[in-house]
C-alpha cells in the first residue's frame, strides 16, 4: 500500500505542469500600455515606447520596450497573481539590447512583493530581486544579482560579466530550493554557487576567537644573522680615495691657490656595509594563525531563496544615453521551460539581427566612400575650371589687344590719306 502510494506520488510530481508566473513578449500592439504603470513618484520620468528598434531580427517579435528619453530616470511595472516560491525552484528571465552602444545606465529588473504601490515605486521601493546587465564607462560593466534578505539588499560577491554590445542578449537567474543559484546569458551558464557562501547574507560560521593571543616564545622569522659569522679584517675601506693618477698642475701656486689636493675617487677596494650572513632559523615555527571559533551569532537558514510575496516586475533604472530595448520577460518555476522559450524567441532571431545590423554598416560604409570619393572629385575638378578660367581671360585679353592694334592701323591709314589728299 505504502509502495502504491509513493508510486502515485511520484507519478503526479513527474506530471506536474511548469508554472508560469508571467510572460510579456509585448504581442499585441499598444495593448501593454493596459499592463504597464508608469510611477508617478516623479514628473521627469522617462518614457517607454514599443519598437524593434533600428535593426531585429524580425519586426514583430522583436518589439519591446525602448527608453527613449536621454539622461533620465525610468520607472514602470506590471502586475501578476502573486506567489511564494518556498519549496520550489524561481526562474527570472528577459532580454536586453543596447541597440545605441550605451555609455552608463542599467539595464536590470526588479522583482517586487505583491504589496508594492505601482504609481510610487521608485528606487528605494522595497524589492525581493535586482538582476541584469549595468554598465557604465569602462570601470562597470557587471551583472547585479542583489538579494533582499529580512528588509536588507545583498549584492553578489563575485564579479559577473556582462555583454556591451549593441546586439539583443538573454539573462536567466536561476534561484533552487537548496539555497543555490545560476546565472546564464545566452542560455550557457556563466557563474553558480551557494547563497550562503558567495553573499554576506549570514553572519560567518567561524569567527576568530577574541581571546588567543601570538605566544610570546612564537618566532615567525624563517631566517636569522648567522650568530658565527664574522666580519673579516681588511673589510673596512673608505669608500672614496684621492686619485692616485692625478697630478698637482706645474702652474700650481701654494701661496696663491692653497694647498694642492688630488681629487677624490671610488675606492676599488671598498666593500660597503658588512652584514652577517643569513641561515634558516632553528626556532622558526611558522606563521601564527589565530584560532578561530564556532561564531555564537551565526544561525544557518535554509530558506534563504524563499520569498512570500511575489507580484510585481519592474523597470527601475537610469540612463544617460537611451535606446536600451527590454522584451522577453519570463517568471517561472521551470528553468528546462524557460531555456526552451529563450531558444524559441531570442535564439531564433539573433542571426537575423547580426545580419541585419552588418548588412547596415556596409551600406554606411558604401555610402561613405562614396561620399569621399565625391569630395575627391570635387576638390580635383576645381583646378581644372580655374585654368579654363584663366585661358578664357588671357583670349579675351588677346582680343582685346587685337581690337585695339587693328583701330590704331586704321586710324594711321585714315591719317595717310588724309595727307594725301
Same mark, same amino acid.
Given at each position: 500500500?505504502?509502495?502504491?502510494?509513493?508510486? +502515485?506520488?511520484?507519478?503526479?510530481?513527474? +506530471?506536474?505542469?511548469?508554472?508560469?508566473?508571467?510572460?510579456?513578449?509585448?504581442?499585441? %500592439?499598444?495593448?501593454?500600455?493596459?499592463? $504597464?504603470?508608469?510611477?508617478?513618484?516623479?514628473?521627469?520620468? %522617462?518614457?517607454?515606447? !514599443?519598437?524593434?528598434?533600428?535593426?531585429?531580427?524580425?519586426?514583430?517579435?522583436?518589439?519591446? !520596450?525602448?527608453?527613449?528619453?536621454?539622461?533620465?530616470?525610468?520607472?514602470?511595472?506590471? &502586475?501578476?497573481?502573486?506567489?511564494?516560491?518556498?519549496? @520550489?525552484?524561481?526562474?527570472?528571465?528577459?532580454?536586453?539590447?543596447?541597440?545605441?552602444? =550605451? *555609455?552608463?545606465?542599467?539595464?536590470?529588473?526588479?522583482?517586487?512583493?505583491?504589496?508594492? *504601490?505601482?504609481?510610487?515605486?521608485?528606487?528605494?521601493?522595497?524589492?525581493?530581486?535586482?538582476?541584469?546587465?549595468? =554598465?557604465?564607462?569602462?570601470?562597470?560593466?557587471?551583472?547585479?544579482?542583489?538579494?533582499?534578505?529580512?528588509?536588507?539588499?545583498?549584492?553578489?560577491?563575485?564579479?559577473?560579466?556582462?555583454?556591451?554590445?549593441?546586439?539583443?542578449?538573454?539573462?536567466?537567474?536561476?534561484?533552487?530550493?537548496?539555497?543555490?543559484?545560476?546565472?546564464?546569458?545566452?542560455?550557457?551558464?556563466? /557563474?553558480?554557487?551557494?547563497?550562503?557562501?558567495?553573499?554576506?547574507?549570514?553572519?560567518?560560521?567561524?569567527?576568530?576567537?577574541?581571546?588567543?593571543?601570538?605566544?610570546?616564545? $612564537?618566532?615567525?622569522?624563517? &631566517?636569522?644573522?648567522?650568530?658565527?659569522?664574522?666580519? #673579516?679584517?681588511?673589510?673596512?675601506?673608505?669608500?672614496?680615495?684621492?686619485?692616485?693618477?692625478?697630478? @698637482?698642475?706645474?702652474? $700650481?701656486?701654494?701661496?696663491?691657490?692653497?694647498?694642492?689636493?688630488?681629487?677624490?675617487?671610488?675606492?676599488?677596494?671598498?666593500?660597503?656595509?658588512? @652584514? #652577517?650572513?643569513?641561515?634558516?632559523? #632553528?626556532?622558526?615555527?611558522?606563521?601564527?594563525?589565530?584560532?578561530?571559533? *564556532?561564531?555564537?551569532?551565526?544561525?544557518?537558514?535554509?530558506?534563504?531563496?524563499?520569498?512570500?510575496?511575489? %507580484?510585481?516586475?519592474?523597470?527601475?533604472?537610469?540612463?544617460?544615453?537611451?535606446?536600451? =530595448?527590454?522584451?522577453?520577460?519570463?517568471?517561472?518555476?521551470?528553468?528546462?521551460?524557460?531555456?526552451?522559450?529563450?531558444?524559441?524567441?531570442?535564439?531564433?532571431?539573433?542571426?537575423?539581427?547580426?545580419?541585419?545590423?552588418?548588412?547596415?554598416?556596409?551600406?554606411? &560604409?558604401?555610402?561613405?566612400?562614396?561620399?569621399?570619393?565625391? &569630395?575627391?572629385?570635387?576638390?580635383?575638378?576645381?583646378?581644372?575650371?580655374?585654368? /579654363?578660367?584663366?585661358?578664357?581671360?588671357?583670349?579675351?585679353?588677346?582680343?582685346?589687344?587685337?581690337?585695339?592694334? %587693328?583701330?590704331?592701323? /586704321?586710324? /594711321?591709314?585714315?591719317?595717310?590719306?588724309?595727307?594725301?589728299?
Amino acid at each position: 500500500m505504502r509502495v502504491s502510494m509513493l508510486l +502515485s506520488a511520484l507519478i503526479a510530481l513527474a +506530471s506536474a505542469e511548469p508554472s508560469l508566473y508571467f510572460k510579456e513578449q509585448f504581442d499585441d %500592439g499598444d495593448a501593454w500600455n493596459t499592463r $504597464w504603470v508608469e510611477s508617478s513618484h516623479r514628473s521627469d520620468y %522617462g518614457k517607454f515606447v !514599443l519598437t524593434a528598434g533600428k535593426f531585429y531580427g524580425d519586426p514583430e517579435k522583436d518589439k519591446g !520596450l525602448q527608453t527613449s528619453q536621454d539622461a533620465r530616470f525610468y520607472s514602470s511595472s506590471a &502586475r501578476f497573481e502573486p506567489f511564494s516560491n518556498q519549496g @520550489k525552484t524561481l526562474v527570472i528571465q528577459f532580454t536586453v539590447k543596447h541597440e545605441q552602444n =550605451i *555609455d552608463c545606465g542599467g539595464g536590470y529588473i526588479k522583482l517586487f512583493p505583491a504589496d508594492l *504601490d505601482q504609481a510610487d515605486m521608485h528606487g528605494d521601493s522595497n524589492y525581493n530581486i535586482m538582476f541584469g546587465p549595468d =554598465i557604465c564607462g569602462l570601470g562597470t560593466k557587471k551583472v547585479h544579482v542583489i538579494i533582499n534578505y529580512k528588509g536588507k539588499n545583498h549584492l553578489i560577491s563575485k564579479d559577473v560579466r556582462c555583454k556591451d554590445d549593441e546586439y539583443t542578449h538573454l539573462y536567466t537567474l536561476i534561484l533552487n530550493p537548496d539555497n543555490t543559484y545560476e546565472v546564464k546569458i545566452d542560455n550557457k551558464k556563466v /557563474e553558480s554557487g551557494s547563497l550562503e557562501e558567495d553573499w554576506d547574507i549570514l553572519p560567518p560560521k567561524k569567527v576568530k576567537d577574541p581571546e588567543a593571543v601570538t605566544p610570546d616564545d $612564537w618566532d615567525e622569522r624563517e &631566517r636569522v644573522e648567522d650568530p658565527d659569522d664574522k666580519k #673579516p679584517e681588511d673589510w673596512d675601506r673608505p669608500e672614496n680615495i684621492a686619485d692616485p693618477d692625478a697630478k @698637482k698642475p706645474e702652474d $700650481w701656486d701654494d701661496e696663491m691657490d692653497g694647498e694642492w689636493e688630488p681629487p677624490m675617487v671610488s675606492n676599488p677596494d671598498y666593500k660597503g656595509e658588512w @652584514k #652577517p650572513s643569513k641561515i634558516d632559523n #632553528p626556532d622558526y615555527k611558522g606563521k601564527w594563525v589565530h584560532p578561530e571559533i *564556532d561564531n555564537p551569532e551565526y544561525s544557518g537558514d535554509s530558506e534563504i531563496y524563499r520569498f512570500d510575496s511575489i %507580484g510585481v516586475i519592474g523597470l527601475d533604472l537610469w540612463q544617460v544615453k537611451s535606446g536600451t =530595448i527590454f522584451d522577453n520577460f519570463l517568471i517561472t518555476d521551470d528553468a528546462t521551460l524557460a531555456e526552451e522559450v529563450g531558444n524559441e524567441t531570442w535564439g531564433q532571431t539573433k542571426d537575423p539581427e547580426k545580419k541585419m545590423k552588418e548588412s547596415q554598416e556596409e551600406q554606411e &560604409r558604401k555610402k561613405l566612400e562614396a561620399e569621399e570619393m565625391g &569630395r575627391k572629385e570635387e576638390t580635383k575638378a576645381e583646378p581644372e575650371e580655374e585654368g /579654363e578660367e584663366e585661358e578664357k581671360e588671357e583670349e579675351l585679353e588677346d582680343r582685346e589687344e587685337e581690337e585695339e592694334t %587693328g583701330a590704331e592701323e /586704321e586710324e /594711321e591709314e585714315t591719317d595717310s590719306i588724309k595727307d594725301e589728299l
